[in-house]
C-alpha cells in the first residue's frame, strides 16, 4: 500500500464560468453546463474537482448575500489516498481520501475579517464540503493578497 497525492486548480475564469484542470484534464464550467476537454483519469480527481465546483457557486452566492465584492476565487485542493498497486499495475483507492486539504484565494477589497466569516459560512452551506468531511478530514485555509502595502 502506498500514497498518493491528487491535485487539482480551480479559479474564475468569466463572470459566469469556473475552470477546474488537473495534471490530465480540464473541466469549465458555466451556470448551465459543464464541458470536459479532456477526460478525467481518474474518479478522485473527478471529485476534488466537484468540490472545487461547489465551493465556488455557494462562495459566490454567500458573497452576494454578505454583499462581499468577491471578483474571483482561486482554489488550490489535495487530496490524499491510499493506494494499491495490483498485478496490473491499476491503482485502486481502498479507503477513499484520507486528508483533502483546501487553499481558497479570494480577490476581494474585503477585510480578512469578512472573508474568515465568508469562509465560515460557505463550509456550512457547502453540500460537497459537508459529505466529504463525514468521511476524510477536509482542512480549509484562507489566504488573503494585499495589493498595497502600508508601512507605519
Known amino acids: 500500500m502506498s500514497k ?35 477526460k478525467p483519469s481518474s474518479s478522485v480527481e473527478f471529485l476534488l474537482a466537484s468540490l472545487a465546483g461547489s465551493i465556488h457557486a455557494v462562495g459566490k452566492a454567500v458573497a452576494k448575500e454578505q454583499e ?12 490524499e489516498i491510499e493506494v494499491l498497486k495490483s498485478d496490473s499495475a491499476i491503482e485502486k483507492s481502498n479507503k477513499g481520501f484520507k486528508t483533502v486539504h483546501v487553499v481558497i484565494k479570494p480577490t476581494s477589497s474585503a477585510s480578512i475579517v469578512a472573508l474568515k466569516q465568508w469562509m465560515d459560512s460557505v463550509k456550512r452551506r457547502c453540500p460537497v464540503y459537508a459529505t466529504m468531511n463525514k468521511s476524510a478530514a477536509v482542512i480549509l485555509t484562507l489566504v488573503k493578497e494585499y495589493d498595497e502595502v502600508k508601512v507605519a
Not at 486548480?9 to 476537454?37: I, M, P
Not at 462581499?68 to 487530496?79: P, V
Open 68 to 79: 462581499l465584492n468577491l471578483k474571483s476565487i482561486q482554489l488550490e485542493i489535495s487530496g
Open 4 to 38: 498518493k497525492v491528487v491535485k487539482v486548480l480551480g479559479f474564475s475564469a468569466k463572470e459566469s464560468q469556473f475552470v477546474v484542470k488537473s495534471k490530465d484534464f480540464s473541466l469549465t464550467l458555466n451556470n448551465e453546463v459543464g464541458f470536459v476537454t479532456s
